[in-house]
């Protein structure tokens, strides 16, 4: 036999379930804009906070519109790395840059810093036709345990000369999740590894979800699983 009082609580427990699914999907829609907001908004606050202290007092924004314009130091930045990367395609920044390397080459711990910053800056942002070619998949750590991995190129050198393979060896790049800018450099026999149609950006979002987020095999025109 029910009563008004056996229903009560039933009525209480489906409401907070309804409050707590929505208030779950709110997060679920709040949290990405939020973030990126916040991380744009903060990436853009850092560099204005780099760049306005070396304009002169008289050139600050501030100084005509009375207050701090967040995104000037940006804009004055793009300006400023398109110059110089004018300038330096041209003889005389050709000129003044092997001067200045030469200089920074005599110095003994500068040389190693400049060095590593600029293999580094070359390799992400002037070889922008060197990229990860197709995600793959590997037995690592061992066999029978599989990882996520990206095709970098073909090995050369020494590498290749003296690794012990009768085949083409492959440079795999394997990320560490959620953060896939780190991980491990390992060298595979072509015949071992398996390559995947799934994107670069696909498998990269495998591996930051930590395997929750899975490409859409139905349709590929969708958002991923």
Not at 39 to 59: E, K, M, R, T, Y
Not at 208 to 223: H, R
Request: aromatic share 10%.
């Amino acid at each position: 036999m029910n009563t008004p009082f056996d229903e009560e609580p039933h009525r209480r427990s489906g409401l907070l379930s309804g409050l707590r699914a929505s208030f779950l999907t709110g997060i679920v829609v709040i949290a990405p804009v939020w973030l990126t907001i916040w991380l744009i908004w903060s990436v853009v606050g850092w560099i204005d906070s780099a760049v306005l202290p070396l304009i002169p007092q008289q050139f600050q924004p501030a100084e005509y519109v009375g207050i701090n314009l967040r995104g000037v130091g940006v804009v004055i930045f793009l300006i400023f790395t398109v110059v110089v990367g004018w300038v330096a395609k041209g003889i005389l920044g050709r000129s003044l840059i092997h001067f200045a390397e030469s200089l920074v080459n005599r110095m003994p711990v500068v040389r190693s810093v400049y060095s590593g910053i600029k293999q580094i800056s070359e390799t992400v942002f002037a070889q922008t036709e060197r990229s990860f070619e197709k995600a793959c998949l590997i037995q690592y750590p061992r066999r029978g345990i599989w990882a996520i991995g990206f095709v970098s190129t073909t090995a050369r050198g020494e590498v290749s000369q003296r690794a012990e393979t009768g085949g083409e060896l492959l440079s795999i790049f394997v990320p560490t999740t959620p953060n896939p800018t780190s991980g491990f450099l390992l060298f595979f026999p072509a015949e071992d590894v398996i390559l995947l149609d799934m994107s670069i950006e696909d498998a990269a979002k495998l591996v930051i979800s930590a395997g929750l987020v899975y490409p859409n095999d139905k349709d590929p025109t969708q958002p991923p699983e």
